[in-house]
C-alpha cells in the first residue's frame, strides 16, 4: 500500500516537474498518474475502518490535484512562490521537482499566488516568531486533544453509535448533537494534527510562522451553509474543490503590478449569482467525490473481510457506497434556500444584525443535523463491518475516564451509558 501510493505521488510530481506542451502528453501522464491512484484503493486496508476512509478521501483529492496540475494548468508557469526570484520552470529540474512537492504541501495556497483573496486567517501578528507562536499552539493541542477525548467518550457510550439504531432514534435533539459529536471529533482530531505540524515545523526552522494559519476559519462565521464550508469547515480543500474553475490567474505572478490593478483603485465587481451558485455546486461535487472514494476504500475492506470469514463471499458483504455524497449533495439546496430567504428579508428592509446571525446559527445547526443523519448512521455501520475485538478508536478507554477512575473512583461510561438507556 504504501510503496505504491508513495511512488504514485512522487511519478506526479516527476510529470509535473516535466511541465509537457504537448496536451497529448499531458493528458497521458495524467491518465497514468489518476490510474494508478486507482489501483491503491484495494489495498488501502488497515486495522481501523476510521483510518481507511480517511486515506480514501485523501487519495480522492490526491485525483483532483492530480488532474488540475497535469491537465488544467500549468503550475511552473501560472503559479508563483513570494520567496521565487525566477519563474519557476527556469529552474533545473530537481529544484521544480522540490517547488511542486512544497506547492502540493500548501493546500490553502499560503504564500502562492493561488491563495485565494480573504479565504485563509491569518497568523495573529503576536505569534508570529517562533517561540511566541509555538507557545500559542501547544494549548490548542491540549484544549482539542481534550475536546478528542469528550466526543468519543460521547459516542462509546451512546448506544446509538454502539448499535444499528439510527442517530435520529433519540429524537431531534439528540440527533443534533450526535451529529454535532461526530463533526467534533473529526474537527479535533485534524486540528491536533495541523497544530501537531506546525509545531514541528516552525520549531525545526522548516518554515514559517506565517505558512501557518488555522486549519479551520473562526466559528462566529457560520451563521449561513454557505459561510459555514466556505470560511470554516472547507479551508483545507477550499483549493482542491476548485477543479472546475477558475483556473486562469486574472493576471501573470511575474507582471509588475500596475495602479489599475491595485484593489484601492476600484471597487471589486461582483460576479452574478448564478455563476457563484454554479462554482458553488463544482465544489460540493467534488467533495461528494473526494468522500466517495472513502466510501469505497470502505467498500473493499468489506468484500475483504467477508471474502476470508464468510461462506457466502463477497456477496455477502453489505453495500457501503454512496452513504456520504448525498449529505454533501444536499448543501447547494440549502444554500438556494438560504440565499432566496435572504433576499426576501433585503426587499423587506431588514438588516444584518446580531438577532439575524443567531437565527443563522440556529439554521445552520438545524440544517447539518438533519442532512447528516443519513451518512452518519450509513458511516457507522459502515465503521463497524469487519471490526474484531480491539480495534477502532473506541476499543480502550479515553484519558478522561482514566483519570476520573483514579481521582474520584468514577467509571464515566458504564454512567453515561445508563442515563442514555433511560432517554
Known amino acids: 500500500?504504501?510503496?505504491?501510493?508513495?511512488?504514485?505521488?512522487?511519478?506526479?510530481?516527476?510529470?509535473?516537474?516535466?511541465?509537457?506542451?504537448?496536451?497529448?502528453?499531458?493528458?497521458?501522464?495524467?491518465?497514468?498518474?489518476?490510474?494508478?491512484?486507482?489501483?491503491?484503493?484495494?489495498?488501502?486496508?488497515?486495522?481501523?475502518?476510521?483510518?481507511?476512509?480517511?486515506?480514501?478521501?485523501?487519495?480522492?483529492?490526491?485525483?483532483?490535484?492530480?488532474?488540475?496540475?497535469?491537465?488544467?494548468?500549468?503550475?511552473?508557469?501560472?503559479?508563483?512562490?513570494?520567496?521565487?526570484?525566477?519563474?519557476?520552470?527556469?529552474?533545473?529540474?530537481?529544484?521544480?521537482?522540490?517547488?511542486?512537492?512544497?506547492?502540493?504541501?500548501?493546500?490553502?495556497?499560503?504564500?502562492?499566488?493561488?491563495?485565494?483573496?480573504?479565504?485563509?486567517?491569518?497568523?495573529?501578528?503576536?505569534?508570529?516568531?517562533?517561540?511566541?507562536?509555538?507557545?500559542?499552539?501547544?494549548p490548542w493541542i491540549f484544549s482539542h486533544y481534550l475536546l478528542f477525548e469528550a466526543t468519543t467518550l460521547y459516542m462509546n457510550s451512546n448506544p446509538v453509535f454502539r448499535s444499528k439504531a439510527s442517530v435520529t432514534s433519540q429524537g431531534y435533539i439528540m440527533q443534533c448533537l450526535n451529529v454535532a459529536a461526530f463533526h467534533c471529533q473529526t474537527y479535533a482530531v485534524l486540528t491536533c494534527i495541523h497544530c501537531t505540524l506546525a509545531v514541528v515545523a516552525v520549531g525545526a526552522n522548516l518554515s514559517e510562522p506565517q505558512a501557518w494559519p488555522q486549519p479551520f476559519g473562526h466559528w462566529k462565521n457560520a451563521y449561513t451553509i454557505r459561510k459555514f464550508w466556505g470560511k470554516v469547515w472547507h479551508q483545507m480543500l477550499r483549493h482542491d474543490l476548485t477543479l472546475f474553475g477558475p483556473h486562469k490567474p486574472k493576471r501573470n505572478p511575474w507582471d509588475p503590478v500596475r495602479a489599475e490593478h491595485s484593489p484601492a483603485s476600484k471597487p471589486k465587481e461582483r460576479e452574478p449569482w448564478a455563476t457563484t451558485y454554479r462554482r458553488l455546486c463544482y465544489a460540493f461535487i467534488c467533495s461528494a467525490f473526494v468522500h466517495l472514494c472513502g466510501d469505497i476504500v470502505l467498500q473493499f475492506r468489506a468484500w475483504d473481510d467477508f471474502s476470508s470469514t464468510a461462506t457466502s463471499g463477497i456477496l455477502g458483504a453489505p453495500s457501503l457506497i454512496a452513504y456520504s455524497p448525498p449529505f454533501l449533495l444536499l448543501q447547494p439546496v440549502g444554500v438556494?434556500?438560504?440565499?432566496?430567504?435572504?433576499?426576501?428579508?433585503?426587499?423587506?428592509?431588514?438588516?444584518?444584525?446580531?438577532?439575524?446571525?443567531?437565527?443563522?446559527?440556529?439554521?445552520?445547526?438545524?440544517?447539518?443535523?438533519?442532512?447528516?443523519?443519513?451518512?452518519?448512521?450509513?458511516?457507522?455501520?459502515?465503521?463497524?463491518?469487519?471490526?474484531?475485538?480491539?480495534?477502532?478508536?473506541?476499543?480502550?478507554?479515553?484519558?478522561?475516564?482514566?483519570?476520573?477512575?483514579?481521582?474520584?473512583?468514577?467509571?464515566?461510561?458504564?454512567?453515561?451509558?445508563?442515563?442514555?438507556?433511560?432517554?
Open 336 to 423: 438556494l434556500v438560504e440565499d432566496a430567504v435572504m433576499e426576501v428579508g433585503k426587499r423587506m428592509g431588514l438588516k444584518e444584525g446580531a438577532w439575524t446571525r443567531m437565527v443563522g446559527y440556529v439554521w445552520v445547526w438545524m440544517f447539518i443535523g438533519f442532512s447528516s443523519a443519513f451518512m452518519l448512521d450509513g458511516l457507522a455501520n459502515a465503521f463497524r463491518v469487519g471490526q474484531r475485538a480491539g480495534e477502532g478508536i473506541g476499543a480502550k478507554a479515553t484519558l478522561i475516564e482514566i483519570i476520573a477512575d483514579r481521582l474520584f473512583g468514577v467509571q464515566l461510561a458504564p454512567v453515561i451509558s445508563a442515563w442514555f438507556s433511560r432517554m
Open 1 to 138: 500500500m504504501d510503496v505504491l501510493l508513495l511512488a504514485t505521488r512522487i511519478l506526479l510530481l516527476i510529470f509535473a516537474a516535466l511541465n509537457f506542451k504537448s496536451t497529448t502528453w499531458r493528458l497521458i501522464s495524467c491518465s497514468v498518474v489518476v490510474i494508478l491512484l486507482a489501483a491503491n484503493i484495494p489495498l488501502l486496508h488497515t486495522r481501523d475502518a476510521v483510518s481507511d476512509y480517511s486515506f480514501g478521501s485523501d487519495l480522492g483529492v490526491t485525483i483532483l490535484r492530480s488532474i488540475r496540475i497535469l491537465l488544467l494548468v500549468r503550475p511552473l508557469e501560472e503559479y508563483r512562490h513570494e520567496s521565487d526570484k525566477v519563474p519557476a520552470y527556469q529552474l533545473p529540474f530537481i529544484q521544480r521537482f522540490f517547488w511542486l512537492f512544497k506547492m502540493t504541501c500548501s493546500p490553502r495556497g499560503v504564500g502562492w499566488s493561488f491563495m485565494a483573496e480573504h479565504s485563509v486567517v491569518p497568523v495573529d501578528p503576536r505569534h508570529r516568531t517562533r517561540t511566541s507562536f509555538i507557545a500559542s499552539r501547544l
